[in-house]
């Protein structure tokens, strides 16, 4: 069964709105989380490092105060899309890895529509 | 990390074996090679990941050349739903909590 869930599973918002997404691992802890995006018929390129009690890491280009990451707790980590515009449209996928486990768990993903 | 290079798409039949080549002449010493893949509108999802030995699992065997500069990923029985993107992805470390880094991967279309 899936390990990491994503809410919501898609999203259409009004130019200007923000978005939350969530990621939760959901039966092991995480320190640390991945935000990837990926655009229409393009590979998936990291945005950010989330790391539980302590700030976000971002990949050059990606800006931190539009796209603001919370991991409150080991379970939680949440990607906030402020003030959207249509070419924020994108599909958001998050990650963990699970310790002992050699492997990355991902999200279903977040299909984000911005009218 | 070092860096990969597939073919962009490849056909196969509905229960042949899908072979997907993958090149990294780069590889280090303590880099692995991970295959995931991503079907359509979904998360991706981890396949298997070698170091120098061929691995096998219930989804695919990676066969590894001896100077680690390529790869093959089988699919032994090719379904329909193993319609997908595959990513050859080589890392450092095994376990790590180490992003992943993917590139264009191969589109694979299994035909009726």
């Known amino acids: 069964g899936a390990v990491v869930s994503q809410h919501p599973s898609w999203v259409i918002c009004k130019s200007g709105t923000s978005v939350k997404i969530e990621c939760r691992s959901l039966d092991f802890q995480a320190t640390t989380m991945f935000w990837y995006r990926q655009f229409p018929k393009q590979s998936l390129m990291l945005m950010a490092t989330s790391n539980e009690g302590s700030k976000a890491t971002y990949e050059q280009g990606v800006e931190k105060d539009k796209f603001l990451i919370n991991h409150a707790s080991l379970t939680l980590s949440t990607l906030t899309v402020t003030s959207a515009h249509p070419e924020d449209s994108s599909f958001y996928i998050c990650?963990?890895?699970?310790?002992?486990?050699?492997?990355?768990?991902f999200g279903p993903g977040t299909r984000l529509t911005v009218l | 990390d070092a860096k990969t290079t597939q073919p962009p798409s490849m056909d196969c039949a509905e229960g042949r074996a899908a072979n997907l080549p993958c090149n990294h002449s780069t590889i280090s010493g303590n880099e692995y090679v991970y295959w995931y893949r991503q079907i359509h509108s979904q998360g991706p999802q981890y396949i298997i990941h070698g170091l120098k030995n061929n691995e096998t699992n219930e989804m695919a065997s990676l066969i590894i050349t001896e100077d680690r500069k390529s790869s093959t990923l089988i699919l032994p029985h090719a379904t329909l739903r193993d319609t997908a993107v595959y990513y050859c992805?080589?890392?450092?470390?095994?376990?790590?909590?180490?992003?992943?880094?993917f590139g264009s991967g191969t589109q694979l279309t299994v035909l009726p």
């Open positions: 992805i080589v890392r450092p470390d095994s376990g790590s909590a180490r992003q992943l880094t």
């Open positions: 990650s963990a890895p699970r310790r002992s486990y050699n492997e990355q768990f």
